[in-house]
């Protein structure tokens, strides 16, 4: 069985999501809830960090892109990932592109401190503002770049669609999108809605 390390309100959710619509037994192992477990997810990551999957064979994927890509590949009936190759192509890269600038920059607005030699609170502050605009920046371009490639609802969401409306949860993307965006903010809301996905979606961001 899959053992998922998570906690609310974090990107284990797109994990979770992904692995309810490839219909697979996994367990959620929340780390905030148990100082055993926190202390289990540092044996498998020093990085301590989450999401963190365990795979049946014992094995230790970390990563969120790695993760979803390795569920795709594995399940191919899931359709995480498209069987065209092309649009893999660009599923893949979008998947890359949600970690590397928004996730990236999103660790920064949450952890300024370890980005600075010396954790004064207005170059904290700055840190973050600046942060927080060249997120909500990378966000306009992934809209525009990639609407091509999102869930229309006449099929199941994809890896992509999945991290995307989990990642552009935090730090006011939403918010920012509503107005710069507003039909991919529409498109993030249509996924939030998603029989498979609102249950997941409810347990990380209760209302």
Known sequence: MYQLYGHQNSGAAA??????????PYRFIDVESSPQDAMALEKLNPLKQIPTLQLPDGSILTESAAILIHLGLTFPDSKLLPENAGERDQAIRGLAFIVSNCYA?????DYPERWLAQADEASRHNLMDGARKRLHWCWEVFADQFSGELYLGDESPRALDVLAAVVSRWAGSREHLRSTRPGFFTWLERID???TLAPVFARHWPS
């Open 193 to 195: 809605r998603h029989p």
């Open 105 to 109: 920059a999103i660790g920064i607005i």
């Open 15 to 24: 994990i979770e999501a992904a692995l309810e619509l490839c219909e697979i």
